[in-house]
């Protein structure tokens, strides 16, 4: 059972290259989230899905976008990365109803040059 | 805004005594808070939840409270040992909002032998 997987785990990008995150889980939760880590600033949610088919900006959804391709797999893209998005990059998935909580991926690590 | 904040970025306890960690929130009471474990390079492990109408909740070495007069959480670690040093994330969760959690910037625990 693997849980929540995300690819790449590192990732070094030029300003105004482009990339998707991508995430999955086994778990067959309806929502999915995307957070940024950084310093002292805690996780930020960028974006959410609360189910298949629907997505929702969260607190700094400026510079990306999401797509829900299906009830396992969540992307995260940026389209013209600038330095400003460098950071840790976490996936979640939470099922409403049980007091499980969030479980979240291992991370991915951008650097944006 | 919702603001979080989680007592002191560090705190340095000797093993086998209690380590407790203070989470403060503004405005709002939420519907659940939760607390998480991040280690280091690694993503946030879910720890324990407690809702709203709860006062108290534990698990194995593991204590939260809940007070929404003082909006205020503590969490505590019994019997601490040098394995319990990470950093400890608390997160609220509003009534109504697609179950998006708001986290803390977290505290750093270090259990000294």
């Known amino acids: 059972n693997a849980g929540v997987t995300q690819t790449p785990k590192f990732q070094v990008l030029k300003t105004g290259q482009s990339m998707t995150l991508q995430c999955a889980q086994d778990?067959?939760?309806?929502?999915m989230y995307w957070y940024r880590q950084d310093p002292g600033m805690g996780l930020r949610l960028i974006y959410y899905s609360a189910s298949e088919g629907t997505t929702d900006k969260g607190e700094v959804p400026n510079g990306y976008n999401v797509s829900r391709l299906n009830k396992r797999e969540f992307s995260l893209r940026l389209e013209s990365a600038a330095p400003s998005q460098t950071s840790v990059y976490f996936c979640a998935s939470s099922e409403f109803g049980l007091d499980n909580g969030y479980t979240f991926g291992s991370g991915t690590r951008l650097t944006v040059v | 805004s919702q603001k979080i904040e989680q007592n002191s970025e560090a705190l340095n306890i000797q093993e086998g005594k209690t380590a407790t960690l203070t989470c403060n929130y503004t405005?709002?009471?939420?519907?659940?808070l939760q607390w998480y474990r991040q280690d280091p390079g690694r993503g946030p492990v879910f720890l324990l939840l407690?809702?709203?109408?709860?006062k108290e909740k534990r698990k194995e070495r593991l204590k939260v409270t809940f007070d929404t007069t003082l909006k205020q959480s503590l969490f505590h670690i019994t019997a601490s040992q040098p394995a319990d040093s990470a950093t400890y994330l608390c997160?609220?969760?509003?009534?109504?909002?697609?179950?998006?959690?708001?986290f803390g910037s977290g505290t750093q625990l270090t259990v000294l032998p």
């Open positions: 997160a609220l969760q509003f009534s109504g909002s697609a179950r998006q959690l708001t």
């Open positions: 778990m067959n939760h309806n929502s």
């Open positions: 407690i809702r709203e109408n709860e």
């Open positions: 405005n709002y009471s939420p519907a659940y």
